[in-house]
Structures are given as structure tokens and as C-alpha cells.
């Protein structure tokens, strides 16, 4: 387990963690130098954008009274907010908070190519992690805003529709879930397929929510 600050805020890396993002970036097929410079590549940029995405959530939560906590794990990360007590807008600016960091950072880093790169013959392993900082930053973070609980698109339905429809938002998570896994999977994204089609079994069971699945903002 690594700990560690980030502006303050306590941030934990799991073993598991590490395991998941080598595995997605191609570990069992690096068998040269540079596939396993590029797999290095891969796994910083995934560990940058995570926390920067959950940075978002945890200055978010403090501005509205909450002691954040950043928690890196297999399934990505999520941002514990100790002590939160959010009215509903402060509970979906908090869960938006994430995301809208995400697409702050791809669209720097598109700017940073556009101004200082483009037109230029970029060596592998910078080309590598541009590409993968866009493809993180806007793909996954467009992913994570489906409504599907408890991604970040998830909790913000969630307090949108409000308590009284917690069967709506739960079925609403089945239906999206089973919809993009099973496009996932003929895409042969297999990963995202099979993380997916978790989320919405999880949703499916009797009494699943957020509490019983790692990810997103997690309050207590």
C-alpha cells in the first residue's frame, strides 16, 4: 500500500490497483524494452488522470465541509468524503467535479500538442502517452458519465431524480449497463465489457447501490 498527500488530501494506492491498469495496458504481451517502456507510459498516465479526476472530487467535497480521503483500487478510484453532508446541487456539483477535471486535463493536453507539437515527428513513447492522456481523459470520462451507479453519471441521476426514485435510477443503471456492455464486447473492448456488465449485475441484485460497489464518490 502506498500513502501519500495530494494538496492535502490523504490519497492510499492499493497493490490491486497497479495489477489492473498492467494488465489493461498490455503487460502480458510487453516482451521487448520498449513495450515495456510503453507499458510504464501507460500506467502513469492512468495514475495521473485517476488522481486528477478524484482531486476534482475532493476539492469539491471540501469546499462544502467534507474531509476528503483519495482511494486508488482496481476498479480506479474514488474520493471518500468524511463528514460530507451535501444538499442535493452540492452532491452533484461534487460528483461533476470529477469528471470536469478529466476533460480539463485532456483539453490542456491538447492544447500543449496543438501549440508545441503538432507537425512534428514525436519520439514513440511521447506520442504514446498523448495519445493514451486524450483517450483517457475524454473516452473514459465520457464513460463515467453514463447513469449508470455508482459512476459519476450514476450519482448525479441519482440526486437529479431525487430518493423517491431509487427503483427508476437502479433499472435505469441495469438497462444503460447491459446496453454498453454488450457493445463493449462486440467493440472487443472486453474489459470495459465485463466491468460494465458487473456494475449493472450489482444493480440488478435486491438492495444494490454505491455502497456495495468500489468507485465514484463514496460518502459516509
Not at 507510459?41 to 475532493?58: D, F, N
Amino acid at each position: 500500500m502506498i500513502r501519500f498527500k495530494l494538496l492535502g488530501f490523504p490519497v492510499s494506492i492499493e497493490p490491486f490497483f497497479w495489477l489492473v491498469i498492467a494488465l489493461l495496458g498490455g503487460a502480458l504481451r510487453a516482451n521487448s524494452p520498449q513495450a515495456v517502456l510503453l507499458l510504464l507510459v501507460w500506467m502513469l498516465v492512468v495514475l495521473v488522470s485517476i488522481l486528477v479526476h478524484e482531486l476534482g472530487h475532493a476539492l469539491a467535497g471540501r469546499r462544502y465541509g467534507a474531509t476528503p480521503e483519495i482511494r486508488l483500487h482496481g476498479f480506479g478510484g474514488m474520493a471518500v468524503m468524511h463528514g460530507g453532508r451535501f444538499n442535493r446541487l452540492q452532491s452533484i456539483l461534487v460528483s461533476a467535479a470529477g469528471p470536469a477535471f478529466g476533460f480539463a486535463l485532456g483539453v490542456l493536453v491538447l492544447l500543449v500538442y496543438l501549440g508545441a507539437f503538432r507537425n512534428r515527428e514525436l519520439p514513440l513513447e511521447l506520442g504514446y502517452g498523448i495519445t493514451m492522456l486524450l483517450y483517457v481523459n475524454f473516452f473514459w470520462t465520457l464513460i463515467n458519465l453514463l447513469p449508470i451507479l455508482p459512476l459519476d453519471g450514476g450519482q448525479i441521476f441519482r440526486d437529479l431524480a431525487g430518493p423517491k426514485r431509487a427503483g427508476l435510477v437502479r433499472w435505469v443503471s441495469v438497462i444503460c449497463a447491459g446496453g454498453v456492455a454488450g457493445w463493449a464486447l462486440q467493440a472487443g473492448m472486453i474489459f470495459l465489457g465485463l466491468m460494465v456488465a458487473y456494475l449493472g449485475f450489482l444493480n440488478f441484485q435486491s438492495g444494490a447501490g454505491p455502497q456495495r460497489i468500489p468507485g465514484g464518490v463514496q460518502r459516509d
